[in-house]
């Protein structure tokens, strides 16, 4: 799930990413991989009933790739949020996830 807010306190776009329990509720860690942190690693907070939820603040009317990283056993998955405003190709081969701000 993704749930964006304007702020009027100052020019920025809050993100909120969630991820249920039923898809990353028995992960080891969860992580945001996205343009607007360099591709930096952001770890998610997993909350009390197994759902993990991170907050990012970014420039409004941007538009930004991102993917989630699932550790799982010593496995890593990525994912992309069905919520997303849609997908592209990125340089693996695979998807990345996309948001308008």
Not at 35 to 57: I, S, Y
């Amino acid at each position: 799930m993704i749930k964006m807010k304007q702020l009027k306190t100052r020019n920025a776009t809050k993100i909120t990413f969630e991820l249920p329990a039923e898809v990353a509720g028995d992960a080891d860690a969860v992580q945001l991989l996205a343009e607007f942190n360099d591709w930096h690693a952001v770890p998610f907070e997993k909350k009390k009933r197994g759902a993990w939820k991170l907050v990012q603040e970014v420039e409004p009317g941007c538009r930004y790739q991102f993917r989630y990283r699932i550790e799982r056993g010593g496995a890593v998955d990525y994912l992309n949020d069905t919520d997303a405003d849609g997908v592209v190709p990125n340089d693996q081969g695979t998807e990345n996830a996309v948001l308008q701000s």
